[in-house]
């Protein structure tokens, strides 16, 4: 027998999703609720934590890291994003199984160091190019691309000649890989820069097995092969990619690609004299350098041509690699800690993000955050 209209619709109003703000339509509470910072939106009910998960809220930024396990002997890998607003951590879904990803990070004749997985992070996605196999080749033959929005891994367009030990950056929307070694060394590969440009794709959804219609272009050659020696940051400030070719104190080899110009120039000397660790730039404007030896924090002034210290902390001896965005810097210390500062505070803050236990953070990066199911 069927129910009465009445008890119909008192079924139906039970089911329904109760107002985001009482008497007002939810589309104008959304805008409303756009306002309000997301950690107060998180913590008060969960129909505003849907909210902040969804598309038509401003998206926040959160860390997206590669991790490994901590024992020697193996060689896991995991993708994982780190959400601030709940301090949880969540395993990217897994790449494409074909061709399976075999990626060394550490081999047995070389205990004490890991061999490099280079990543890039460009137009809110996060994307592997390059890293060795058990066999000291090249592990990938084209780039791997998540997209945190979609939550889809694909393909990038393969590269002439997959490469190791290259160096890798980004600007506005555009993959820069230069020098390398192939499955041998090669004089052309290590004087080549190729780019990749994502804005030309036809289709800007990603799929699991779309393939965007994507392509390399040779841009101008370096004049030599030097910067084939180990994994590079091309660091994007003010329209130029910064690089050296040696980390640390070292005496190393420096150059500056003019991304409009399409040239090769010098990098200024007192910039060089104080890329002493890892560097990174918020929103290609300012550059940051973690000094590695003294754990030291550091601002490039252009007009001085210095490094103006910012904070000191024993926690950034060692660091491997940094990222930065929102007005902080995150750092991958010398034992796979992550630390993150607030740079833009008086003074600088500095802390901790906890780790899944039995891994170390290899690489991070700072992307918009991941949708979420679990809400």
Request: proline letters at 9%.
């Amino acid at each position: 027998m069927a129910n009465p209209p009445a008890k119909r619709q008192k079924i139906t109003n039970h089911h329904r999703q109760p107002p985001l703000i009482p008497g007002l339509p939810d589309t104008i509470a959304q805008l409303c609720l756009s306002h309000v910072h997301p950690s107060l939106l998180y913590s008060v009910c969960r129909s505003w934590r849907r909210v902040l998960y969804s598309s038509s809220f401003p998206p926040f930024l959160s860390l997206y890291t590669l991790f490994s396990t901590e024992q020697c002997s193996s060689n896991s890998i995991q993708f994982s994003s780190f959400d601030p607003i709940s301090s949880k951590w969540d395993p990217l879904p897994p790449p494409p199984p074909d061709p399976p990803l075999r990626l060394l990070l550490r081999h047995p004749s070389f205990l004490s160091r890991n061999l490099p997985i280079q990543s890039v992070s460009v137009s809110g996605h996060l994307i592997l190019l390059a890293a060795s196999t058990h066999d000291f080749l090249p592990a990938l033959s084209c780039p791997l691309i998540f997209s945190p929005i979609s939550r889809f891994w694909t393909f990038g367009p393969p590269l002439d000649t997959p490469r190791r030990w290259c160096a890798a950056g980004a600007f506005r929307g555009a993959v820069y890989v230069a020098s390398g070694i192939g499955s041998h060394f090669s004089t052309d590969v290590a004087r080549s820069l190729e780019k990749w440009d994502l804005q030309l794709q036809p289709n800007k959804t990603f799929h699991g097995n779309h393939q965007p219609r994507w392509k390399w272009e040779k841009m101008r050659r370096l004049k030599d092969g030097k910067f084939s020696r180990d994994a590079i940051d091309a660091i994007c400030w003010r329209g130029k990619l910064y690089m050296v070719n040696v980390k640390g104190d070292a005496a190393k080899e420096h150059i500056v690609y003019d991304v409009e110009k399409d040239l090769w120039e010098e990098m200024p000397k007192g910039m060089l004299i104080g890329w002493r660790g890892p560097v990174a730039a918020m929103d290609e404007e300012v550059m940051y350098v973690v000094d590695e030896r003294d754990g030291v924090v550091r601002k490039y002034d252009a007009e001085m041509d210095s490094w103006e210290d910012i904070m000191e902390s024993e926690r950034l001896k060692g660091a491997k690699q940094m990222a930065a965005g929102g007005g902080r810097v995150c750092i991958v210390c010398g034992d796979g800690e992550i630390v993150v500062v607030d740079v833009v505070v008086a003074p600088p803050r500095l802390w901790v993000v906890e780790r899944p236990r039995g891994f170390e953070a290899v690489a991070v990066h700072v992307l918009p955050r991941m949708t979420r199911w679990d809400i």
